[in-house]
């Protein structure tokens, strides 16, 4: 079944320490892949996306990330996190054949900071 | 300039009741979706319109729950006889032209369903 995973439901990492978060997904095909920060009360945010070309991305708030087909992977990387950092992070996707125009999102990974 | 707008931003209701929820979208984009966010079922897309055509109701979680988009810009999403389970966070987002291009998300109407 056509599925993204995100493997960790809830990480804590100290400020100014480095941060990776998991995203696997399982399609016939590499779809369109997405990463969304959602802050506590809020809507979802854009940080990052990959269409195709270079696999690794940068995003907004210094975040960036790789996406290696033969391991269906697209996890996202911080080199040092900051308190505001603390969030809700899903990763998507989008198949890539028109008539299938929806997000599927992961189940999301809890981030907390700690000083 | 503005962004997706939703109302109400919270909505009480009693079981049994009809419930409209409202999204505009950011001006000239033509895709707009629906998404309930929810603690049991996490994101979940409901229904997805192209102008005011709506190709995509997959979705919908039954025949409760309907969705119209007119002018190509402000969508309504309507719960009728309301359940428990229908309590979630409504996400609305819009796109320049759907496919794979950006959605940008509205801040979601919290429906709770006493």
């Known amino acids: 079944a056509q599925s993204v995973t995100q493997p960790d439901i809830h990480i804590t990492v100290s400020e100014g320490a480095s941060l990776e978060l998991r995203c696997n997904y399982s399609?016939?095909?590499?779809?369109?892949l997405f990463w969304y920060v959602q802050s506590p009360g809020q809507g979802l945010q854009l940080l990052l996306k990959?269409?195709?070309?270079?696999?690794l991305v940068q995003g907004i708030k210094g975040f960036e990330a790789e996406f290696k087909r033969s391991q269906s992977s697209f996890n996202l990387r911080k080199p040092s996190v900051h308190w505001s950092d603390a969030a809700e992070y899903f990763c998507?996707?989008?198949?890539?054949?028109?008539?299938?125009?929806?997000?599927?999102f992961g189940t999301g990974t809890r981030l907390t900071i700690i000083p | 300039g503005a962004g997706v707008s939703q109302s109400p931003s919270n909505k009480v209701t009693e079981k049994g009741k009809d419930v409209e929820l409202r999204c505009d979208p950011i001006?000239?984009?033509?895709?707009l979706y629906w998404y309930r966010q929810s603690l049991g079922q996490g994101l979940e897309f409901l229904i997805y319109?192209?102008?005011?055509?709506?190709?995509?109701k997959s979705g919908l979680p039954s025949d409760r729950f309907s969705a119209e988009r007119t002018g190509g810009s402000v969508s309504t999403l309507t719960i009728q006889r309301t359940q428990q389970e229908d309590s979630a966070v409504y996400l609305c987002?819009?796109?320049?032209?759907?496919?794979?291009?950006?959605?940008?998300f509205g801040p979601g109407t919290r429906l709770t369903v006493t």
């Open positions: 987002a819009s796109s320049f032209w759907g496919g794979a291009s950006e959605q940008y």
């Open positions: 399609y016939g095909a590499t779809p369109y």
């Open positions: 990959y269409f195709s070309g270079d696999t």
């Open positions: 998507a996707v989008v198949l890539t054949n028109f008539g299938n125009e929806k997000l599927t």
């Open positions: 001006s000239g984009h033509t895709a």
């Open positions: 319109f192209q102008g005011n055509s709506a190709p995509d």
